[in-house]
């Protein structure tokens, strides 16, 4: 017994030891972090009964669990110094191409985090002394093991049962606990790393059917006006109607709830630019903070002139894909997923692309980095755009990163001579790492910045921005020249701050603004036009959601302000700056979602906080259920108010699949998340398939689709931290895998081997053996007959999808 409570004191000590490293790493308060202490001695009982288990098992899992799970809180350490958020298992499915593209900065952050990974690695070592000098794990009897597991039961649900004691009210555990759209920091500061990747884990398998996963609160409207008042809506959107025309409960909800609303009023801005042309640039961890009269005299003019936000907030510290999605489709992203890829399956009416095209007139999106990447060609044609990138009709050369002016030379003649116009771009230059050895702008701008105070990654952060500032310079110049500035508008915002810079180097660009709070989220909603003789200037507050419906008002354009989250900040109302987990700024009040704490500038007002805090909680659940439902797709077309509500024609995710046998099924993996497009835009669809690859097409796209047991790996070769991890613990927890000392990820799977696996997935869902023997058969075949001889029965990567993809179109029923 005492060999026994020495093994649970050893797991309780140690996850808690992690924690505590954890919390004070990412700056997490401890303050509110008494549920992570029932929930950590759950754990620890059941890691206790499972190192415990007698034989050749329980000393296995005791050489495989403590590095395993250090490896889990080292990931995150390392992932939170890069991009200040913990990592959410929305974002694996990026794969092994994503991770190698920030391969630099996750060197330079190991290197600044080295001493807290040394200390976590303690209790790693101490694990070998208790188990030579203590006989540590302890063999238990099966009763104990019983009597661990349910008490591992016990505490875990008794500490959930104890959240409500903690308080009450949207800011309590308990709601958090219940919150689908929390971030994971949210989650691991009050209840811990592995609690919050449990949550995590848990949404993403309700994420896939797109239903409301809790309860919208009351409806709060806080738009303001006369009843009369003209409004920004569509009046032939009969919500009665819809409500009759489906039995769906989250349709029904999202009906019900955007009844109460009135929408936005219309104001004195209302068409104010009707008829001009429209650039809006997402300019790569743009900062206001750059800003300069000298150093950047056109961004400094284009900050000065036109409609100008005093506060304004990028919503996002990181992931481009985020902040580009709020600003295109004027919601907040579901936090749980990848918003825009899941997007790429839904009508979207209100997007500037569409909102244009929809007229007859030209829309127009540029990336210069490949087009594959985020699934872009796919994600921005779906918005309506003539969408063009470096392997999608943009004739420039690959670069780290390439030219943002390069791309404005290669472009602006596509539109200059039209009537009237739309163009969209989103900017690379300003892409991490920060140095004057790798980066190409950094390198090309670096005489520029060669007399600025500040750090090597400093200036060189600054020297690639100037390329932005070069591509503004011209853009500017070319519509002076052809006489069409005073009719064009500029829009220019970031899509996440900086997170390659350190937040030294960031806190020393950002001068005395450090002093404000979530100063580091401060950015600019640049609203420029070459004809306005005075600027506007507007002191409330908003956000990147806010960006979309004030130009669909500016512009004049037919929308329904009550099924966008983000609000037109020219009109009258309550204006929030609401941030990634929830926190926001408003006149009078600053709230952190994090802590709970609030600041007042005036009068305290609980009874407006609480409905504000309910508003901001009911806008990521709206704009998480209109993602997940395609509510547009379903009102447009129940109403008759489109003629066609189907996505846009998909484009091939991959550069080199167009016209192969395979394309299909690769399509199919990408659409529901087990490829991300790569950022090579090579799919390699003839090189033979490791088994890593053939399990990761398997598990991401059935990712919370059935239940799974929550065992560690028993493969000593597959560790936390390598890309194909997550996918091989999901395959294996659901029963997938066969046990054995070792996986062998990197070896080339062979026709037996993928037939193995594929018959356990398929298992699962009731698929006999027959079924899958027909479809390796007919991916085999269609791979000998496309020419391709591979040795020793290996299977090629397309012959791979093709497998994966059938069992998840039989799944999903597609």
């Known amino acids: 017994m005492k060999r026994l409570l020495l093994s649970l004191a050893y797991w309780l000590g140690t996850i808690l030891f992690w924690e505590l490293l954890m919390h004070l790493s990412a700056s997490l308060p401890l303050s509110r972090a008494l549920p992570m202490v029932g929930f950590s001695l759950a754990v620890a009982a059941l890691l206790t009964a499972l190192t415990g288990l007698p034989g050749r098992a329980g000393r296995i899992l005791f050489w495989i669990l403590p590095p395993a799970l250090f490896l889990v809180y080292a990931v995150q350490i390392v992932y939170e110094e890069i991009f200040g958020s913990l990592l959410s298992m929305a974002f694996v499915s990026m794969g092994g191409e994503a991770i190698t593209a920030f391969w630099g900065i996750a060197i330079a952050a190991i290197g600044r985090k080295l001493l807290w990974l040394l200390a976590m690695l303690v209790p ?28 591992a039961a016990a505490v875990a649900v008794g500490t959930w049962a104890a959240l409500p004691l903690l308080g009450s009210g949207a800011q309590s555990p308990a709601a958090l606990f219940a919150n689908s759209t929390a971030t994971v920091d949210r989650w691991a500061e009050q209840f811990g790393i592995l609690t919050a990747e449990l ?262 952060y600054i020297a690639c921005q100037l390329e932005l500032e070069k591509a503004m310079t011209y853009l500017l110049q070319r519509l002076e020249e052809a006489g069409i500035a005073e009719r064009t508008v500029v829009v220019l915002t970031g899509d996440h701050m900086p997170y390659g810079l350190t937040e030294e180097d960031y806190a020393a660009l950002a001068g005395d603004a450090t002093s404000e709070p979530f100063w580091q989220y401060r950015n600019s909603f640049l609203c420029w036009n070459g004809g306005m003789d005075e600027p506007v200037v507007v ?23 009550r099924l966008l989250t983000g609000r037109d900040v020219l009109a009258p109302g309550e204006h929030l700056a609401v941030l990634k987990d929830g926190s926001f700024l408003t006149d009078g009040l600053v709230y952190d979602a994090a802590t709970g704490q609030v600041t007042w500038s005036g009068q305290a007002d609980e009874n407006r906080l609480n409905t504000l805090i309910q508003a901001v909680n009911n806008e990521f659940l709206v704009a998480s259920s209109i993602l997940g439902t395609d509510y547009y797709g379903f009102a447009f077309e129940t109403l008759g108010l ?26 199919t993996l990408t659409r529901y998340g087990a490829l991300s497009g790569g950022g090579t835009g090579a799919f390699s669809g003839e090189n033979a398939a490791s088994r890593a690859d053939f399990t990761a097409m398997l598990a991401r796209s059935l990712a919370g689709q059935e239940e799974e047991t929550g065992t560690a790996l028993p493969y000593a070769d597959v560790e936390a931290g390598q890309w194909y991890y997550e996918p091989i613990s999901h395959a294996w927890n659901a029963g997938w895998l066969a046990e054995s000392d070792a996986f062998r990820p990197q070896d080339k799977i062979t026709q037996a081997e993928a037939q193995e696996i594929l018959d356990a997935a398929a298992a699962a869902y009731g698929l006999s053996r027959s079924w899958t023997e027909a479809c390796v058969a007919e991916a085999m075949e269609a791979q000998a007959a496309s020419g391709l001889e591979l040795p020793d029965g290996q299977v090629s990567r397309g012959a791979a999808a093709s497998m994966a993809a059938a069992l998840v179109e039989e799944v999903y029923g597609s």
């Open 642 to 667: 489109a003629e066609n509500t189907e996505p846009s024609p998909t484009y091939a995710s991959y550069a080199d699949i167009a016209g192969k046998w395979y394309e299909d099924a690769v399509e």
């Open 199 to 460: 949550l995590d884990l848990r949404r993403q398998g309700s994420a896939v059917s797109g239903s409301l996963s809790e309860q919208l609160s009351a409806p709060v409207d806080l738009d303001e006006g006369e009843e009369e008042t003209q409004r920004n809506i569509l009046p032939e959107l009969d919500f009665d109607v819809l409500a009759s025309a489906t039995d769906d409960q989250a349709l029904q909800s999202l009906t019900a709830y955007f009844s109460t609303l009135s929408g936005t009023a219309k104001n004195d801005y209302t068409g104010y630019f009707a008829g001009y042309n429209l650039i809006v640039v997402c300019a790569e961890a743009f900062s206001n903070y750059l800003i300069d009269p000298d150093l950047t005299p056109t961004l400094y003019r284009m900050s000065q002139e036109g409609f100008v936000f005093e506060h304004f907030y990028n919503s996002f510290p990181n992931l481009t894909t985020n902040g580009e999605y709020a600003l295109c489709m004027g919601l907040m992203p579901d936090m749980s997923r990848m918003s825009f890829a899941v997007s790429m399956e839904n009508y979207l009416p209100f997007c500037l692309g569409h909102v244009y095209a929809d007229q007859g007139l030209p829309a127009y999106a540029y990336h210069n980095n490949v087009g594959t990447f985020y699934n872009r060609v796919n994600t921005h044609t779906n918005m309506g755009y003539t969408f063009k990138a470096l392997d999608f009709g943009l004739d420039m050369e690959p670069g780290t990163p390439t030219s943002d002016l390069e791309m404005m030379e290669k472009t602006v003649d596509d539109y200059l001579q039209e009537p009237e116009f739309h163009a969209y771009y989103m900017t690379y230059s300003g892409h991490a790492d920060y140095n004057f050895t790798d980066n190409a702008m950094s390198i090309q701008n670096e005489g520029l910045v060669a007399d600025l105070e500040g750090s090597e990654t400093l200036r060189a």
């Open 539 to 561: 002191e409330d507050y908003c956000c990147t959601q806010d960006i979309l419906p004030t130009l669909l008002n500016l512009f004049g354009f037919s929308y329904d302000s």
């Open 124 to 151: 790693v070592v101490g694990s070998h002394i208790l188990r030579r000098h203590f006989e540590i794990p302890a063999v238990v009897s099966w009763r104990q093991e019983g009597a661990l597991v349910l008490t």
